[in-house]
Structures are given as structure tokens and as C-alpha cells.
């Protein structure tokens, strides 16, 4: 099992800039497992939305909304993810939530709690 703990989250003004970082923990088993690390988000009243992943590897994939605003990347020897969010905006306001999986899963074995981010304009 798997246990991913969210921190960065916070209240900014539109334009600011936020961290968010994702550190796994368990069984080294279980965390060698794991291939893929993400950020998701949920607004209220929205479906929950891909923000970005990486690979083990460091091969990324960002949702089409935050494409040159937000980086994600990735310290394997400390297994933390990190979203670097730029350019925020109010219709970034969203909980954020860390995933993660193992390698030709589809789906996601692994999440967070949530960390709130929120933009004020």
C-alpha cells in the first residue's frame, strides 16, 4: 500500500505562483511499483480534471488548460512529485489531488487527500 501526502496548498492572487508537492511513502515494494505520478483537480460542481503526470521515466503529459502555465516534475530518490503553477487563475481554483500507478495500469491505484488552491482575482 501506498500513502501520498499533498502540501503546498494555499490562497493567491490572480497572476501568483503556487508549489504543490506529492511525497509517497510505504512499502518499498509497493513504491518501486509505482510508474506514474499526477496532479488532478476538482472545482466544485466539476468533474475532476487531469492537470499533468510524469512517468518514472520523466516523460510528462499535461491536460490541455494548464499546457505552458504548470510543470510537474519528479525526485524518484526522494518519491516526490511537484506542480509548479504559474500565471494563476481564478478558474484555477480547484482541490488538487496526487496520484499515482503502476506501470501499463490505466487506472489510478493511488491518491491523496486534497490540498486546496485558491485564486482570488
Known amino acids: 500500500q501506498v500513502q501520498l501526502v499533498e502540501s503546498g496548498g494555499g490562497l493567491v492572487q490572480a497572476g501568483g505562483s503556487l508549489r504543490l508537492s506529492c511525497a509517497a511513502s510505504?512499502?518499498?515494494?509497493?513504491?518501486?511499483?509505482?510508474?506514474?505520478m499526477g496532479w488532478y483537480r476538482q472545482a466544485p460542481e466539476k468533474q475532476r480534471e487531469l492537470v499533468a503526470y510524469?512517468?518514472?521515466?520523466?516523460?510528462?503529459n499535461y491536460g490541455d488548460i494548464v499546457k505552458g502555465r504548470f510543470t510537474i516534475s519528479r525526485d524518484n530518490a526522494k518519491n516526490t512529485v511537484y506542480l509548479q503553477m504559474n500565471s494563476l487563475k481564478p478558474e484555477d481554483t480547484a482541490v488538487y489531488y496526487c496520484a499515482a500507478r503502476r506501470k501499463m495500469i490505466l487506472s489510478w491505484d493511488y491518491w491523496g487527500q486534497g490540498t486546496q488552491v485558491t485564486v482570488s482575482s
Open positions: 510505504g512499502s518499498i515494494f509497493s513504491i518501486n511499483a509505482i510508474n506514474d
Open positions: 510524469i512517468t518514472r521515466g520523466g516523460s510528462t
